[in-house]
């Protein structure tokens, strides 16, 4: 997972069977407000042999209006 460019987590899935999928879940604290662009990338390392590479990832975009002890938690999820 990438905070505007910066790698903040990562998982590695050894194995997934075809039109299978998983879970995973990361925690991220702001620093300060703002907009942030958090991205999700799939085999990275292009490892596994694919008829189409270019959709291994996916963006969203956090408009961040509160930090500190009493911010809010924004869930969000990918399916890629």
Sequence with gaps: M??????VGGS????????R???LGYSWEPSC?????VRVVLDVLDEV???DESNNGGEVG????????????LSRGFSL
């Design 2 to 7: 990438y905070v505007d460019g910066v790698e």
């Design 12 to 19: 590695r899935v050894v194995s997934l069977g075809v039109g």
């Design 21 to 23: 999928g998983v879970s």
């Design 33 to 37: 407000r703002g907009d942030y662009s």
């Design 49 to 51: 042999s694919e008829s």
């Design 62 to 73: 956090y408009a961040v209006e509160r930090v500190g002890p009493d911010y809010g938690v």
